[in-house]
């Protein structure tokens, strides 16, 4: 009988859950599609494009807010099960209200558990295919930043033609083995800078043991211990530029950690992407949690109604509480795994509070 009552729970909160995202995901792709037609409304293309762009982006967006798809669902769980006195029928069968609680809870961890190793794989695939098609259509960009196993490579477009520039290697503040090639509007060759290292945390970049190549003047080569080359991309901007992180699972990360590093990705960066992803199923059972401190107790339709309002209240402020611990992270007010847990650990510490007067309910 027990495991008949069990599978009731699950499988109407599994059947809530997937409603609840579909239903996210279907208002996610009609309001992306809006900015993907108005993106590509004078570049001569089908609609077909837009929608693919749409599908491919919103299921990433769909994981950042499963958290608050598992709030609202688990809402509507427990408030469905309360007025259809299923509750208390349940009770009946010597559930209390922890138990519960604690059986739908660890259905949503197990789903967190579900989602990083099965699900994002397929949509940090999608967004990757999304960035590569976005960047082809975007033809207002000036400068091109892309990263792949030769190394880090530059494109800067100015009037009188554009520089590529490429490096073997690309740290956190520095980047080494550096070639630099100049084009004039006609493509052709104008002339060539070597360096053996750069520090580009401003403009200009500081580059040691340079060798400049002018193709311009037979070939006339100008050597020099330190050389101030002029560009727009610094440090901090080419890591906004490449670096979305969305496009890299949680399995790459773990399995790829050290060749991600050496390709540029800083360890405070990964660190901080992996507690992201690490927290997620134990945020996913604490928002379970949250939503029965809101629903489980009184059966008056009134109650409901007020407890509804406070808990998107609720939401709204653990959304920006969450924003707030990142900030202070990303500051370096706090250390960034820090960051990471603070909302959790906070969020832990009321939630436990309200299972202890809940069960006395």
């Known amino acids: 009988m027990y495991n008949i009552v069990n599978k009731y729970i699950i499988i109407k909160f599994l059947k809530i859950i997937l409603n609840a995202i579909l239903i996210f995901l279907s208002l996610g792709i009609l309001l992306n599609l809006f900015e993907e037609i108005e993106f590509f409304k004078n570049l001569n293309q089908s609609i077909s494009l837009p929608i693919i762009l749409s599908l491919a982006y919103v299921p990433t967006l769909i994981i950042e807010l499963l958290p608050f798809i598992i709030f ?200 901080e992407k992996i507690n992201k992803f690490i927290s997620l199923p134990f945020f996913l059972l604490l928002m379970v949690v949250l939503a029965s401190l809101f629903t489980v107790g009184s059966l008056k339709v009134k109650q409901n109604f007020y407890y509804v309002i406070v808990s998107i209240l609720t939401s709204v402020m653990i959304y920006y509480f969450k924003d707030l611990s990142f900030a202070l992270g990303q500051s370096e007010k706090i250390s960034l795994g820090l960051s990471v847990w603070m909302p959790v650990i906070a969020l832990g510490l009321f939630c436990t509070i309200g299972v202890i007067q809940i069960n006395e309910k």
Do not use: C
């Not at 196993?149 to 980047?175: Q, R, V």
């Open 72 to 271: 609202y669902s688990s809402m509507y769980y427990f408030i469905q099960i309360r007025s259809s006195k299923d509750l208390l029928l349940i009770k009946v069968f010597g559930y209390s209200n922890v138990k519960i609680i604690s059986i739908v809870a660890f259905v949503a961890f197990l789903f967190g558990g579900f989602v990083l190793l099965a699900i994002n794989p397929i949509t940090s695939t999608l967004t990757k295919y999304y960035e590569r098609v976005k960047a082809t259509y975007t033809i207002d960009i000036d400068h091109l930043v892309s990263i792949n196993k030769n190394g880090l490579w530059i494109k800067e477009i100015s009037e009188n033609g554009y520089k590529i520039i490429n490096a073997e290697k690309f740290e956190l503040e520095e980047i080494k083995n550096i070639s630099v090639y100049t084009f004039n509007a006609k493509h052709e060759l104008l002339g060539r800078i070597e360096a053996e290292s750069a520090i580009i945390t401003n403009n200009p970049w500081i580059m040691s043991n340079v060798q400049i190549y002018d193709f311009k003047n037979n070939n006339k080569i100008n050597a020099m211990q330190d050389y101030s080359f002029e560009t727009e991309n610094v440090s901090d901007k080419i890591n906004s530029l490449y670096r979305n992180l969305d496009t890299i699972s949680f399995i790459n990360l773990i399995t790829n950690y050290s060749l991600l590093n050496e390709k540029g990705y800083s360890k405070k960066i990964l660190n």
